[in-house]
């Protein structure tokens, strides 16, 4: 028994195996122990953005899930209906990172925003989802969700209503934003087409005389081309987007999805 005991330990010395937490030279057999560990976390790659006008908005995102150079699926969608059984809802979430936890953060606002509407007989609003959605990400926050969330819906004025998030539950409302592997790419040129930025009133002076441009409400149109425009834009440049784009675009009549080919290559 002794025998075999010390012939055991010599072999996995010898492989290296162990639980301490002491780091050795690889090169050296006579360093001591190897530490193991564990990443639970990988980013499974795409990209979404959101925009909101006066009496919409829209969440899109792309529909290729990848891992390092490989691609897992070509159709993997990254926004969803939240509350999807209830005809008054008008609350959509996209999540891009970690598909696994994308999932479940999905279904877990979807089970919360399902029981709110048993119990409370109404849907709940987007703000009031919004400030759940930042709940659930804190109570995640030494374990987090590995994901970037954006949260669209219609306010109670009627009004598009976006909220972005960070993996711990920090969040605010904007109008455009854009998150995952291109968001890069995509966020300057949303800031140029929908915040405006670096823009300025033709012949209102020079240099720091030049008056910004007031931002102003895009209509639906408008919107839907710069969705377009930005994904094909960063599907030339990016390789972890691509393949397919799927769009929904949140109104006061209801919640429409669209899908569109993007490259596949």
């Not at 953005?49 to 792309?62: C, K, M, N, Q, R």
């Not at 890069?184 to 087409?193: E, G, H, K, T, V």
């Not at 012949?203 to 710069?226: K, N």
Request: proline share 4%; glycine share 10%.
């Amino acid at each position: 028994m002794a025998s075999l005991m010390s012939d055991t330990a010599a072999h996995s010395d010898a492989l290296g195996y162990s639980f301490s937490k002491s780091i050795p030279n690889p090169t050296s057999h006579s360093s001591g122990p190897r530490q193991h560990s564990f990443y639970p976390y990988t980013d499974n790659g795409g990209s979404t953005l959101g925009i909101t006008g006066s009496t919409f908005a829209i969440l899109a995102g792309d529909t290729r899930s990848t891992s390092g150079y490989n691609i897992n699926t070509r159709h993997a969608p990254k926004v969803f209906r939240i509350g999807a059984d209830d005809p008054s809802s008008r609350i959509v979430l996209s999540v891009v990172g970690f598909a696994a936890d994308g999932n479940a953060l999905k279904e877990r606002l979807d089970t919360i925003v399902k029981m709110y509407r048993y119990q409370h007989g109404k849907a709940m609003s987007v703000k009031a989802c919004a400030q759940r959605l930042s709940t659930i990400l804190y109570s995640k926050r030494f374990f987090p969700y590995y994901v970037h969330a954006i949260l669209g819906g219609m306010d109670e004025d009627g009004k598009g209503a976006l909220y972005s998030y960070d993996p711990v539950g920090s969040y605010e409302r904007e109008q455009c934003r854009a998150a995952g592997a291109a968001a890069s790419l995509i966020m300057p040129f949303l800031d140029n087409q929908v915040n405006y930025k670096n823009q300025h009133v033709p012949g209102s002076g020079e240099g720091h005389a030049l008056q910004q441009r007031q931002v102003t409400d895009l209509s639906q149109d408008t919107v839907q081309g710069l969705v377009r425009d930005a994904f094909t834009s960063a599907v030339e440049r990016h390789i972890e987007v691509g393949d397919g784009l799927q769009m929904m675009i949140i109104t006061k009549e209801g919640v429409q999805e669209i899908f569109e080919p993007l490259k596949r290559d």
